[in-house]
Antibody
Framework: EVQLVESGGGLVQPGRSLRLSCVASGFNFGDYAMHWVRQLPGKGLEWVSGLSWSSSGIAYADSVKGRFTISRDNAENSLYLQMNSLRPDDTALYYC?????????????????WGQGTLVTVSS | DIQMTQSPSSLSASIGDRVTINCQASQDISNFLNWYQQKQGEAPKLLIYDASNLETGVPSRFSGSGSGTHFSFTISSLQPEDIGTYYCQQYDKLPTFGPGTKLEIK
């Protein structure tokens, strides 16, 4: 069974940094592209960033480009999101998400398996 | 960015009803569209991919159709466990989601 467990969320002041982690199990983590998707409180979904199995292909939403960095450690079955220069509009539940299939190993944007999310609140 | 719109924003229907949700893209996205269901307090779940393909394990009462800019999602016979919010998502360019359609039981 696929399991994705996020951690690292919390309350942080505007301008500060936070690092999210996601530990994966139940599948060959190193074969799959992975993503972060966020959900604003009581609102809709926004894709944040994704990267390929080898980290050679990385993409960001314009809203976080230059501030957030996605990375992975396949040996540790882990995905990360380094968030710098946080703003109040970054407040959201952040989900770790697995691609549907591993054939290409690159982001194809079929969000097939989701963690339960970690809440990030940016406020002074 | 490709903008996605959905209609209606909310919907109340009776058990057994046929329910349809519409999704429109701001430009041609071919069939690069997925549908998700999100129940209260849970993460989203992929139901339909490539506009019309049913994800493994998803009941056959769910279906999707469309291409280009207009898409629809249908539940052929509404069940109590289908309440939740439904989102479309395009992936022709960097992915964007629709605002969601909240489905309730009448």
């Amino acid at each position: 069974e696929v399991q994705l467990v996020e951690s690292g969320g919390g309350l942080v002041q505007p301008g500060r940094s936070l690092r999210l982690s996601c530990v994966a199990s139940g599948f060959n983590f190193g074969d799959y592209a992975m993503h972060w998707v966020r959900q604003l409180p009581g609102k809709g979904l926004e894709w944040v960033s994704g990267l390929s199995w080898s980290s050679s292909g990385i993409a960001y939403a314009d809203s976080v480009k230059g501030r957030f960095t996605i990375s992975r450690d396949n040996a540790e079955n882990s995905l990360y999101l380094q968030m710098n220069s946080l703003r109040p509009d970054d407040t959201a539940l952040y989900y770790c998400v697995k691609e549907r299939r591993s054939e290409s190993g690159y982001p194809e944007y079929y969000f097939a398996s989701w963690g339960q999310g970690t809440l990030v609140t940016v406020s002074s | 960015d490709i903008q996605m719109t959905q209609s209606p924003s909310s919907l109340s229907a009776s058990i057994g009803d046929r329910v349809t949700i519409n999704c429109q893209a701001s430009q041609d996205i071919s069939n690069f569209l997925n549908w998700y269901q999100q129940k209260q307090g849970e993460a989203p779940k992929l139901l339909i991919y490539d506009a019309s393909n049913l994800e493994t394990g998803v009941p056959s009462r769910f279906s999707g159709s469309g291409s280009g800019t207009h898409f629809s999602f249908t539940i052929s016979s509404l069940q109590p466990e289908d309440i939740g919010t439904y989102y479309c998502q395009q992936y022709d360019k960097l992915p964007t989601f629709g605002p969601g359609t909240k489905l309730e039981i009448k």
